[in-house]
């Protein structure tokens, strides 16, 4: 990013969006990079241009609400550090999350943007819309936002929600947000100028379309010789575009051709275009890629049993995680924590209610003692001092900026603090090869013809020896869309196998009588259990994080624990047997 900021920094944009949302989570759990680093470089590299984050209301940048302490805090730091424009979003609308980020960004001299989620349902009508964007402004809100993740919005509903919102009173700019998925984007865009929209968002053209936004040099150049003119150069975009198409090349084995393609049928399950691209890497991690449109069905089905929630983080995550496990266990047999908190109201209240048999099913049948009413920030203790406290007992406080990163994210956090991240990829190694594991998954994208394991054993002129030709050993195995480097080695009449990232415990031990299973890929995160422990059918061994979800690992018979071959920290892959009871 750097070296074009320069050239980023000529155009004019009302703002350009570095920060929050996932830009905070990648760099501390996939690149072994301060996020608070990153931002304080792109602060001195952008000097003119006003810098914008995202922010989750009172998720700030993660998944779940924090005390307003914490949110406090965070809005200050990111103030100094150089961001001007809060864009924030509460995933479901609801204005009770939005108050204390908003009153924060006002109180330290910030431009707060208050952002309301847009998505389709019998409930979400263009006067809601226009009501709930009046209120932002009514809260004190300098611009407002509508925030259209998964690319819906049609022409007819952007332009009457944009004039409702001026006709009705609305004073503060507006701001159109839309992904490309469906294809209507530059349609809707056309609308909203004839509306008199007061900003769009586009994303430079090598980082466009599909499930990202519009290209910023063809909103530019329709715009041209009309009113809404942004007077911007042209040939300068077209040289950013220059940059950035290196960039893309460099970082190919990312691109994923689903998330490239114009997709209508998100009409119907209402899939992000964030969610969507995450939705194919976690199919694949999860070793069921061919559940794509399965899930996608049972995506649109989970949403409206549950209240017709946004599509956006993290009720996303929610919904799209609740839909894999339906697919993939039978529909709420297992029940992510975070699914029962949302059914809770720990999240804040859904857009429609939620049918009793919904409830009885995720929290069971005396779900009504355990819904709450009030605002969830509510009932959580503040955490400031105490998470301060904790980082500088062990000696890890350097900056107060740590005390944030620990607090948003207790394990990654912690785990980047200590030193012991690993960056999945550094730039010098950059465009992966072919072979490369990492690209692997990009290949069966475009390719979904290739056959799912690869053997590739030693050439034969490297066994040139005298007498016969010895048994490989050596092998890069490929298991959906995974590579690993396999050593075999002979012993009697069998083999052991070992080395590169191959998980030893599943295969040795996936005969075990009374073994207990993963039923996914992920991080355990808490054992439960301790070898002669009594357990029982259903009692939750282990606590999993799975696509970014907390999933407790369930024991299917009665008896007592022999082995336990985990650890807190260890991953694990779909199938696994982490334990044995009998």
């Known amino acids: 990013m750097l070296p074009v900021c320069a050239q980023m920094d000529e155009i004019g944009f009302f703002s350009l969006e570095i920060w929050g949302g996932a830009t905070f989570d990648v760099p501390i759990r996939f690149l072994n990079e301060d996020p608070w680093d990153r931002l304080r470089k792109l602060r001195e590299a952008i000097p003119n241009s006003k810098l914008q984050m995202l922010e989750r209301a009172m998720n700030i940048v993660a998944y779940r609400n924090f005390p307003d302490d914490v949110v406090r805090k965070f809005i200050h730091h990111a103030k100094v550090n150089g961001i001007d424009v809060f864009r924030i979003f509460d995933a479901l609308n609801d204005p009770r999350n939005m108050r204390v980020p908003i009153e924060a960004t006002l109180e330290e001299g910030g431009h707060a943007q208050g952002c309301i989620s847009y998505t389709i349902s019998p409930v979400h009508t263009v006067e809601r819309y226009v009501d709930q964007l009046l209120n932002l402004q009514k809260m004190g809100c300098q611009s407002v936002c509508i925030k259209d993740m998964a690319g819906m919005i049609s022409p007819p509903i952007a332009r009457d929600i ?227 406290r904790e980082l500088d007992d062990m000696g890890l406080l350097k900056r107060e900026e740590d005390v944030l990163t620990y607090a948003l994210y207790p394990k990654v956090g912690l785990a980047f603090l200590k030193g012991e991240a690993k960056a999945e990829f550094t730039s010098d190694k950059l465009p992966l090869g072919k072979d490369h594991p990492a690209t692997r998954a990009m290949v069966k994208s475009f390719f979904p013809e290739l056959p799912d394991v690869y053997l590739e054993v030693e050439p034969p002129e490297a066994r040139k020896v005298a007498g016969p030709a010895p048994i490989p050993t050596q092998f890069n195995v490929q298991v959906d869309g995974e590579a690993f480097e396999v050593v075999v080695e002979p012993i009697g009449g069998f083999m052991t196998v070992s080395g590169g990232g191959a998980a030893p415990a599943a295969q040795s031990k996936k005969d075990l009588p009374g073994g207990q299973k993963t039923g996914m890929q992920g991080t355990i995160l808490k054992v439960n259990v301790k070898v002669g422990d009594r357990v029982q059918k259903r009692q939750a061994l282990a606590v999993i994080e799975a696509m970014k979800m907390e999933s407790d690992i369930l024991c299917d018979i009665d008896g007592e624990v022999k082995q336990i071959f985990i650890k807190a920290g260890d991953t694990v892959k779909s199938g696994e047997v982490i334990m044995q009871i009998l």
């Open 162 to 388: 944009i004039s409702g919102f001026k006709e009705s009173g609305g004073k503060v700019p507006i701001n159109l947000h839309c992904h490309m998925t469906s294809g209507m984007t530059g349609m809707a865009y056309w609308a909203a100028c004839q509306a008199e929209v007061d900003i769009l968002d586009t994303s430079i053209s090598p980082i466009s379309g599909g499930t990202g936004h519009m290209p910023t040099e063809s909103v530019v150049a329709g715009l041209q010789g009309t009113p809404w003119d942004t007077g911007y150069d042209l040939a300068k975009l077209v040289e950013i575009r220059k940059y950035f198409m290196d960039v893309v090349r460099k970082y190919r084995h990312l691109i994923r051709l689903e998330a490239l393609r114009i997709d209508p049928s998100v009409m119907v399950h209402q899939i992000p275009g964030g969610m969507l691209s995450n939705l194919v890497s976690q199919l694949e991690l999860q070793g069921i890629p061919d559940k794509y449109e399965q899930v996608l069905h049972e995506t649109a089905k989970v949403r409206e049993e549950l209240g017709y929630p946004p599509l956006v983080t993290p009720t996303s995550q929610v919904v799209g995680v609740q839909a894999v496990m339906n697919v993939r266990f039978g529909r709420y047999k297992k029940v992510p924590e975070e699914t029962k908190d949302y059914c809770r109201g720990l999240y804040g209240r859904p857009p429609a209610e939620i049918r009793p048999e919904i409830m009885e099913a995720v929290l069971g049948p005396k779900w009504k003692d355990e819904v709450i009413e009030c605002r969830p920030a509510d009932l959580i203790e503040p955490e400031w001092d105490m998470r301060r």
